[in-house]
């Protein structure tokens, strides 16, 4: 399996714009995290999803920010509109049921 | 403040010396467990500890659960230079509702071994 996969892996953008982060999570995983990590706020957890659902969003920031997950194999979070203050590192990750979670290798955001 | 906090924040050690980072939460748990996290990488699970364990061994790990005062420590044995990276305990809360399974993780020990 090639794993939690995350797209894009660097993103580069200016205050005000649209980002969208893509994640594809382990087939046959039934739950999905969205993380951000920072310095200064180390790992937090942004929404999770089980079978597809939303289960706890009490994680995201503002309504600035919103997740989405259309079927069991895409997950969106997208950020609209941008702030310098959400560059960061954000994870996606995956589990079937309450077993190991597998994190992607990330997406750096930067916001300018 | 965080569920799970890791003692000590940074640990710098020798190749071949072991390496022990605790971490504290503060509400009952299903389950704790430990990921390592190279820099600029995403985490790695390193082993998972339920409620009910002692102790557990994974190669060079040793995982300790003491619920009574709610503590973790995570071993390292003969350390090596690659060792080096942030770990992390993480818990997850035993209970229902939206905190069923979510995990919350703390700040983490950057463990620097060095040649």
């Known amino acids: 399996d090639a794993g939690v996969i995350q797209s894009p892996r660097h993103e580069v953008t200016e205050m005000g714009q649209e980002v969208t982060l893509r994640c594809k999570p382990i087939?046959?995983?039934?739950?999905l995290f969205w993380y951000r990590q920072t310095m200064m706020r180390g790992l937090e957890l942004l929404i999770y999803?089980?079978?597809?659902?939303?289960?706890?969003d009490s994680g995201m920031p503002e309504d600035r920010f919103s997740a989405k997950m259309p079927n069991a194999s895409f997950s969106t979070l997208k950020i609209q509109p941008s702030e310098p203050r959400d560059s960061a590192v954000y994870f996606c990750?995956?589990?079937?049921?309450?077993?190991?979670?597998?994190f992607g290798p990330g997406t750096r955001l930067l916001v300018l | 403040s965080q569920q799970g906090e890791e003692d000590p924040q940074a640990l710098s050690i020798q190749e071949g010396e072991n390496a022990t980072m605790n971490c504290s939460y503060k509400?009952?748990?299903?389950?704790l467990q430990w990921y390592r996290q190279n820099s600029g990488r995403g985490l790695v699970h390193l082993i998972l500890?339920?409620?009910?364990?002692r102790e557990k061994h994974s190669g060079r790990l040793r995982v300790t659960l003491d619920t009574s005062k709610k503590s973790s420590s995570l071993l390292i044995t003969a350390s090596r230079a690659a060792d080096t990276a942030s770990y992390f305990c993480?818990?997850?809360?035993?209970?229902?509702?939206?905190?069923?399974?979510?995990?919350?993780f703390g700040q983490g020990t950057i463990l620097t071994v060095h040649p």
């Open positions: 087939s046959g995983h039934n739950s």
């Open positions: 990750a995956s589990r079937y049921t309450l077993g190991t979670q597998y």
């Open positions: 509400t009952s748990i299903n389950n």
């Open positions: 999803f089980n079978n597809n659902v939303p289960i706890d």
């Open positions: 500890i339920r409620s009910n364990e």
């Open positions: 993480a818990t997850a809360i035993r209970g229902g509702g939206t905190s069923y399974g979510k995990l919350t």
